[in-house]
């Protein structure tokens, strides 16, 4: 049966780029006049690429729900180990922290969209293949207690997909080194760093004024920076499937530029809280209790640190993950108590998550799009 054909119009997208991203999907399209004498492009969309664009806001948004519940141990972990907020409490306060800084529009959207692959070479299976492959990783490190990186796990499947289906020039390496590799590397070792600084002069402090150490005043004020990395997680992290949805849609040719429509903003926003706030119970017990002993006043330093380098990294257009920041900023105000103070073989799975979790992600979105070619016979 021959599918049904649906007209739709597509405006402003440059002739080649329309041409090209419809002629991969085999759609016929023609331009014409309207009466002021603007080119207008008309072209029959197959109700195969409405179920692909369906697919892909579906998929987007339940890898931003994954993202949730997988990076709530991001938010609350510290909370919890101190007994300053009860875990129900934690859980509710991320979450709706994560969707009012969701809501915030930073560079990094514009970087997965548009900034690591090239968007005339994009098609709606692989941004598909991505999400599916970023999506098989947050699952697989979640059952295995293991606080890997949802930011990389995308970026990793949008590379390895793009790769499999445009070769090695589609990808736009400069961006990919200067936006994900260097702060994929920099950002922990800045947190760390921060971390034990702030730490270490706390400390100085303490021993200069011993009534200051006052623990009720810290479980206060880390209550105040757990709901500040809330808010830089969703400015970050939400961003990510924004830009890939967003990514899909302009693929398609339902949106003219690859700017974020403020329903996906909102959508993403609405499902990232739901996530955050769904739990992630595995997860927080790695980072609340296998790194080191967090007091309040470590938990204030180690909230603060990665609130600052996360907040930083979103103006930039960086998308860092936020696991990892905050495990370098646990780690750090834990050995500004002495070396001893760390359980080194948590912080050493997180390295070995945070190599392997980029190449990873990109091998199985990889597989997924060969998989999706030989089954489909279409790119």
């Not at 991203?21 to 004498?37: I, P, Q, T, Y």
């Not at 800084?101 to 990094?108: D, E, F, H």
Request: proline share 4%; with cysteine.
């Amino acid at each position: 049966m021959k599918n049904k054909k649906i007209a739709r119009k597509i405006k402003t997208i440059p002739p080649p780029v329309t041409s090209t991203l419809l002629l991969k999907f085999g759609v016929n399209f023609s331009a014409k006049e309207n009466k002021k004498g603007r080119k207008i492009c008309y072209c029959a969309m197959t109700d195969a690429m409405d179920i692909l664009v369906i697919l892909i806001v579906l998929l987007g948004l339940f890898f931003d729900y994954t993202n949730g519940f997988h990076d709530a141990a991001n938010v609350v972990s510290t909370v919890i180990a101190t007994r300053a907020l009860a875990p129900l409490s934690a859980i509710v306060m991320a979450g709706v922290l994560n969707f009012i800084g969701a809501t915030q529009i930073s560079g990094v959207a514009e970087t997965i969209a548009t900034g690591l692959v090239k968007a005339a070479d994009a098609t709606q299976i692989v941004v598909l293949c991505a999400i599916g492959g970023a999506i098989f990783w947050n699952l697989l490190t979640w059952y295995y207690e293991i606080p890997s990186s949802s930011s990389y796990a995308l970026i990793g499947g949008l590379i390895g997909s793009a790769w499999a289906h445009a070769g090695y020039d589609t990808i736009l390496w400069q961006g990919v080194i200067s936006k994900v590799a260097i702060p994929m590397a920099a950002s922990p070792l800045i947190g760390f760093l921060i971390g034990l600084g702030c730490m270490k002069i706390l400390f100085y402090y303490f021993s200069k004024r011993p009534s200051a150490a006052d623990k009720s005043l810290f479980r206060h004020l880390q209550i105040g920076s757990a709901c500040f990395v809330a808010l830089s997680h969703g400015l970050n992290d939400a961003q990510k499937s924004m830009g890939l949805i967003t990514l899909g849609l302009f693929t398609g040719g339902y949106i003219h530029t690859p700017e974020i429509p403020l329903w996906v903003i909102l959508a993403c926003a609405a499902v990232i809280g739901l996530g955050t706030a769904s739990g992630g119970f595995r997860i927080i017990k790695t980072m609340a209790f296998s790194i080191t002993k967090i007091t309040p006043v470590q938990g204030f330093a180690a909230e603060t640190s990665a609130s600052i380098v996360i907040l930083i990294a979103s103006f930039l257009g960086m998308p860092v993950s936020s696991t990892h920041v905050i495990a370098g900023g646990i780690t750090g105000v834990g050995t500004a108590k002495g070396r001893s103070a760390v359980r080194w073989s948590t912080p050493k799975k997180l390295v070995i998550a945070w190599v392997l979790t980029l190449p990873g992600a990109g091998i199985v979105s990889w597989i997924t799009y060969m998989l999706t070619h030989l089954i489909v016979k279409t790119y």
